[in-house]
């Protein structure tokens, strides 16, 4: 079975460009999440998506944004991107939300921003 | 809003060790779920260890173990005969009902030869 998969591994921007981050899913998972892992806080929630739709988005200004197309791939799109966007963007799925569907990660994409 | 924290970040022990690690987290919740993840060099996420705590018997995976105390707010990981592959960070995360996991800074875990 083929794991998480997140497209590209690194990801090189200027300040004011747009990142546009790709991940699919396992097959069978319905939800895709998004996490910032920044360095020294931990991983912070960025967005939900279940069935193609928006379930739950973290405290992030809306510049960040994403979409979940109907074989469940999901895209995450940052906007005039800031310094502090420099991060590692985790991408995790789920046969679907909830305790009993646990979260499976994929191996993130290095976003740098200069 | 709930918050998860983890006051070790960073700890070191010798090969074959047992080591514990601390987490504990902030909610009004009485049914959640508690989870430590495994983030090794690699970067990818592992699940090590879940807990619904609405279960009074501690989880445990192997070598893994948890001490779960809820009046306490308190769910400790135990890695008991550490070993070298354990090096990693370790993220103590909460989950309430079909909602997103909250995740704690995480502690870095260095097993030494």
């Known amino acids: 079975e083929a794991g998480v998969t997140q497209s590209p591994t690194h990801l090189i921007k200027t300040r004011g460009q747009q990142a546009t981050l790709r991940c699919s899913p396992i097959?069978?998972?319905?939800?895709v999440y998004w996490y910032q892992q920044a360095l020294g806080l931990g991983l912070q929630f960025l967005l939900w998506?279940?069935?193609?739709?928006?379930?739950n988005r973290g405290n992030f200004p809306p510049r960040f944004s994403g979409r979940q197309f109907p074989n469940y791939s999901s895209e995450l799109n940052v906007n005039a991107l800031e310094l502090e966007d420099s991060a590692l963007y985790l991408c995790?799925?789920?046969?679907?939300?909830?305790?009993?569907?646990?979260?499976?990660f994929g191996n993130g994409t290095r976003l740098t921003v200069t | 809003a709930q918050t998860v924290t983890q006051s070790q970040p960073e700890m070191s022990v010798q090969e074959a060790e047992t080591v514990t690690l601390s987490c504990t987290y902030d909610t009004s919740e009485s049914n959640y779920y508690l989870f430590w993840y495994k983030q090794p060099p690699s970067r990818q996420m592992i699940l090590v260890i879940r807990q619904e705590a609405y279960k009074q018997q501690n989880a445990t995976e192997n070598r893994f173990s948890v001490n779960f105390q809820k009046a306490a707010k308190s769910f400790s990981l135990k890695i008991s005969d550490s070993q070298l592959g354990d090096t990693a960070m370790y993220f103590c995360a909460f989950m309430k009902g079909d909602d997103k996991i909250i995740f704690g800074k995480g502690t870095r875990l260095h097993i030494l030869p």
């Open positions: 097959s069978g998972h319905t939800s």
């Open positions: 998506y279940d069935e193609g739709e928006e379930r």
């Open positions: 995790a799925s789920s046969r679907q939300g909830g305790i009993n569907s646990p979260l499976h």
